[in-house]
């Protein structure tokens, strides 16, 4: 079993930024491609970022393309998203999930493990 706990989420202005990040255990982390996806009340789960259990390849939604950045270390069993700028469109509960094997997916459904979520709000 694997267990993911996100953490970094908050209440932050517009133009501000938020990292956060998801700790992970009870597997080899290295062995798990990861993604980072977001739910908006009143709105269906969405697609944000993924990673390939190298970091070497990474995937994002275009609504993330250019102002978030995901990230990985394989040595601390963490992986990150980095947000700047943060609009208020991007407020919504984030997160973490982890998929068996090396390639990023953008689809929910091909994720193994999930966490239980941060919530970041981004206030205009």
């Known amino acids: 079993q694997v267990q993911l706990v996100e953490s970094g989420g908050g209440l932050v202005q517009a133009g501000g930024s938020l990292r956060l990040s998801c700790a992970v255990s009870?597997?080899?982390?290295?062995?798990?491609?990861m993604g980072w996806f977001r739910q908006a009340p009143g709105k269906e789960r969405e697609f944000v970022a993924a990673?390939?259990?190298?970091?070497?390849?990474?995937y994002y939604a275009a609504s993330a393309k250019g102002r978030f950045t995901i990230s990985r270390d394989n040595a601390k069993n963490t992986a990150y998203l980095q947000m700047d700028p943060l609009q208020p469109e991007d407020t919504a509960d984030y997160y973490c999930a982890a998929r068996f094997g090396s390639s990023p997916a953008a689809s929910g459904n091909e994720y193994d493990y999930w966490g239980q979520g941060t919530q970041v709000t981004v206030s205009s």
């Open positions: 009870g597997r080899t982390f290295s062995n798990y491609a």
């Open positions: 990673i390939s259990r190298s970091g070497v390849g990474t």
